[in-house]
């Protein structure tokens, strides 16, 4: 695996900001995260390619462990893919999975926990993808994507923290915030976002890609393999992280 670097003169990344910045854009959790300088950005090469991964997942756990030395609210994690611009929606969804599946893959091998405080079935709705012991939430964007807050000019996955909601809840905020966003999305898309639903009403993996399903949709990930023997990993350790410069306080 490698170190994670930092990405933020990539022109990707300032093309994400921008889009971010843009005063319609509904979400007000992601225009906070970036203004206070806590939106990290990793810029991979291709969505449909396994190339990055060995470099995302390291990022992800250090995103993690920086987060646990100071759980601010309001931070993301972002992937800006250079490419491809032309996935269908069915095929940027697959492609979501396909790397969702490969870092937890890694997760699994390293013998990360799962966050115990989500389930780790696809079909379960209390499900969330976990990192390093954290539970996330993704929201997919790319070119051709049906709502405009997701129609961003190449694939991105933005990881969001479920404590973070959670905290959120807890500080009688979370409804607040979540009508505030529903209120710009209706006003920029037209219509309100038929996928949405709150965590434990229906598996989030549904609002994931941002693609319209049906009652009939299955999760094309296959879930989480079992972690194996402490044997097996014995031959290799991870580099241990430091965070130091790895990304600077304003983050990417």
Request: hydrophobic share 40%; with cysteine; net charge negative.
């Amino acid at each position: 695996m490698q170190f994670p670097r930092d990405d933020r003169e990539h022109p990707r990344a300032e093309a994400f900001r921008e889009f971010i910045r843009n005063p319609p854009f509904p979400c007000v959790g992601a225009k906070s995260a970036l203004s206070r300088g806590r939106m990290t950005i990793v810029v991979a090469r291709d969505i449909t390619s396994g190339w990055d991964d060995m470099r995302i997942y390291p990022a992800l756990l250090a995103f993690v462990a920086r987060y646990r030395l100071q759980p601010d609210l309001f931070q993301s994690f972002a992937v800006v893919f250079e490419g491809p611009g032309d996935l269908s929606e069915e095929g940027f969804e697959r492609n979501l999975w396909a790397r969702a599946q490969s870092l937890t893959d890694k997760d699994a091998w390293l013998g990360q926990p799962h966050d115990s405080r989500v389930a780790d079935d696809p079909d379960n709705s209390h499900f969330s993808l976990s990192f390093g012991g954290e539970a996330f939430f993704v929201v997919g964007l790319h070119p051709n994507a049906s709502r405009p807050a997701r129609c961003f000019s190449s694939p991105v996955l933005v990881f969001n923290l479920h404590a973070q909601f959670e905290r959120l809840r807890a500080e009688g905020r979370y409804e607040k915030l979540r009508a505030s966003i529903l209120e710009r999305d209706e006003a920029l898309a037209g219509s309100l976002n038929p996928m949405l639903a709150r965590h434990g009403e229906t598996s989030e993996a549904r609002q994931y890609s941002g693609r319209v399903v049906g009652a009939d949709w299955r999760c094309p990930m296959q879930g989480r393999p079992a972690a194996p023997d402490a044997a097996a990993t014995d031959a290799w350790h991870p580099p241990a992280l430091s965070l130091d410069g790895l990304f600077p306080a304003n983050g990417g």
